[in-house]
Antibody, heavy 114, light 112 residues
Framework: EVQLVESGGGLVQAGGSLRLSCAAS????????VSWIRQTPEKGLEWVAH????????YYVDSVKGRFTISRDNAKKSLYLQMNSLRAEDTALYYC???????WGQGTLVAVSS | DVVLTQSPFSLPVTLGQPASISCRSSQSLVYSDGNTHLNWFQQRPGQSPRRLIYTVSKRDSGVPDRFSGSGSGTDFTLMISRVEAEDVGVYYC?????????FGQGTKLEIK
């Protein structure tokens, strides 16, 4: 059974940092693109960042470029999102997602207070 | 950026009746490999999204055959042949032909 388990969310002040983690199991992690997608009631679903199988290619939505860094550790079957210079508009439920939305985690909530 | 526009915003349906959701893209979603990377997702209340359909019309494993996807280019449709109570939720189309990948705004299906 495929499992994606996110952790690391929480409440942080604007300008602060958080590091999200996603532990994967049930599939060959190193064979798939993986992504972070966030959701808010106001903006809906937004694809935040995307990384290829060996970590050599990363893509970011414009609103997080220069502030967020996606990375992965295939030996640990883990995906990460380092979030710096956080803003109130980054408040959202963050999902770890495999292969174009094929599988999703349960999400971890990030709340940024201004 | 590619904008996906779904209609209707809200979809009240009688149990056992069909339902249809439209998704229109601001540009063609045909990729250079010839595939069209348009997926459909269901999000039940309190749950994570679940993929139902990928590459326009391919049903994911475990998805009931009452769900079907169709379309091409810029116009796509999700059809539910006979709505059941468990189908209540929000449905999203999503494209991953272009970066940034993008979602429609969602269609809320409810039972009349």
């Amino acid at each position: 059974e495929v499992q994606l388990v996110e952790s690391g969310g929480g409440l942080v002040q604007a300008g602060g940092s958080l590091r999200l983690s996603c532990a994967a199991s049930g599939f060959t992690f190193s064979s798939y693109w993986v992504s972070w997608i966030r959701q808010t009631p106001e903006k809906g679903l937004e694809w935040v960042a995307h990384i290829n199988q060996d970590g050599g290619e990363q893509y970011y939505v414009d609103s997080v470029k220069g502030r967020f860094t996606i990375s992965r550790d295939n030996a640990k079957k883990s995906l990460y999102l380092q979030m710096n210079s956080l803003r109130a508009e980054d408040t959202a439920l963050y999902y770890c997602v495999r292969d174009g939305g094929r599988d999703w985690g349960q999400g971890t909530l990030v709340a940024v207070s201004s | 950026d590619v904008v996906l526009t779904q209609s209707p915003f809200s979809l009240p349906v009688t149990l056992g009746q069909p339902a249809s959701i439209s998704c229109r893209s601001s540009q063609s979603l045909v990729y250079s490999d010839g595939n069209t990377h348009l997926n459909w997702f269901q999000q039940r209340p309190g749950q994570s999204p679940r993929r139902l359909i990928y590459t326009v019309s391919k049903r994911d494993s475990g998805v009931p055959d009452r769900f079907s996807g169709s379309g091409s280019g810029t116009d796509f449709t999700l059809m539910i042949s006979r709505v059941e109570a468990e189908d209540v939720g929000v449905y999203y189309c999503m494209q991953h032909t272009y970066w940034p990948h993008s979602f429609g705004q969602g269609t809320k299906l409810e039972i009349k």
